[in-house]
Nanobody, 125 residues
Framework: EVQLVESGGGLVQAGGSLRLSCAAS????????IGWFRRAPGKEREGVSC????????YYADSVKGRFTISRDNAKNTVYLQMNSLKPEDTAVYYC??????????????????WGQGTQVTVSS
């Protein structure tokens, strides 16, 4: 069974940092690119970042570029999202998801086939 489990969310003040983790199981992890998405209250789910399956190519939404860093450890079947200089507008539920594509240069929800349950990130002003 394919599973993606996010962790690391919480409450942080503006300017602070959090590191999210996405632990995967039930599939060949290094054959899939992994993406992070978020959904803020009253808004559509939006792409944050993605990382290719094995060569480490990354892609970021403009809204987080320079502040967030995605990485993966294929030995641990885990993808990380380091979030620095957090802003109140980063408040959302954050989801990780997998895509059969090995590398992507876009963040389309429709490209992803399995999703985690999400972890809440709240940034106070």
């Amino acid at each position: 069974e394919v599973q993606l489990v996010e962790s690391g969310g919480g409450l942080v003040q503006a300017g602070g940092s959090l590191r999210l983790s996405c632990a995967a199981s039930g599939f060949t992890f290094d054959a899939y690119a992994i993406g992070w998405f978020r959904r803020a209250p009253g808004k559509e789910r939006e792409g944050v970042s993605c990382i290719s399956s094995s060569d480490g190519t990354t892609y970021y939404a403009d809204s987080v570029k320079g502040r967030f860093t995605i990485s993966r450890d294929n030995a641990k079947n885990t993808v990380y999202l380091q979030m620095n200089s957090l802003k109140p507008e980063d408040t959302a539920v954050y989801y990780c998801a997998r895509t059969p594509a090995r590398s992507l240069f876009r963040l389309w929800v429709s490209d992803y086939d399995y999703w985690g349950q999400g972890t809440q990130v709240t940034v106070s002003s």
